[in-house]
């Protein structure tokens, strides 16, 4: 009789797995029956339900930490981010990648606006974007707009003074990380799709007006007054290259209902 039992399908390669977005994509890809191997800095004890937790440093190059967390897989899923450097620790980790030999999907999540807000962040994440396009691995790109999460912990730091200066000229489209999770594990189960649609939340908002919903909500009363952002980044916000208008794949959950949580 020929054997029917089926090849245990390879572990899954997390990064940015202990942060707030890899946090929610975690137990989707538990819940689909992979096995997640989790890369962090920090050292955490694996549990006997499918999650492996390796210690690794991806701002080292040649790092065995993540040369070991490679070993036999063939997805990996790139969450892992940080203020400055992205393009640095995404290439340490395409270099792991590509010497391991048997990873066939890199999914990399990337931000809306990479390479056209005249800010480091997004810099960073443009020329992350072009090493994985030049590692000659098959990839996933998805960009996604800041999460609603980001803008309200900016606008906690802000409203800790009375005056909150804020460019009226600024517009989001901020999206529930949850929505985002669910798209991130769906590509990383499925197969390398190139530069995937953007993800956006479901409604543009002037910056303004979420501020001023969140201090509604928070019960905070501060003056909000006018700003005025001059050079590139003041036109790149006035011209909206923050935000993706058309072709975008839309969120579900909105900021109102994300505050509503969020003070509940």
């Not at 529930?176 to 990383?188: F, G, I, K, T, Y």
Request: hydrophobic share 40%.
């Amino acid at each position: 009789m020929a054997n029917t039992e089926k090849t245990p399908a390879a572990p899954i390669l997390l990064t940015g797995g202990t942060g707030n977005l890899g946090g929610h994509v975690l137990p989707l890809l538990r819940e689909a029956g992979r096995t997640v191997r989790v890369l962090s800095r920090s050292a955490h004890a694996s549990d006997d339900d499918g999650v492996e937790y390796v210690t690794g440093d991806l701002s080292q190059d040649g790092d065995p930490g993540t040369a070991k967390a490679l070993e036999g897989v063939e997805t990996v899923v790139h969450l892992a981010g940080a203020p400055k450097g992205d393009e640095v620790t995404t290439g340490n980790l395409l270099r792991a990648a590509v010497a391991a030999g048997g990873v066939t999907h890199f999914l990399y999540m990337s931000v809306i606006g990479a390479g056209e807000v005249p800010f480091g962040y997004f810099r960073s994440k443009i020329a992350a974007e072009q090493a994985v396009l030049d590692s000659g691995l098959p990839y996933t790109i998805l960009r996604a707009a800041q999460f609603h999460d980001f803008a309200t912990n900016m606008f906690k730091t802000l409203s800790k003074s009375p005056v909150i200066p804020l460019p009226g000229i600024m517009r989001a489209q901020t999206v529930d990380v949850r929505d985002c999770a669910e798209r991130v594990a769906a590509l990383a189960l499925g197969e390398p799709a190139g530069r995937a649609p953007d993800l956006a939340g479901p409604a543009v908002h002037p910056l303004n007006d979420l501020l001023r919903d969140y201090l509604k909500a928070t019960g905070k009363r501060r003056l909000v007054v006018p700003a005025f952002m001059p050079g590139k980044a003041g036109r790149a916000y006035r011209e909206g290259v923050n935000l993706t208008l058309e072709g975008a794949d839309l969120g579900t959950r909105t900021w109102e209902d994300f505050l509503a949580e969020l003070v509940r």
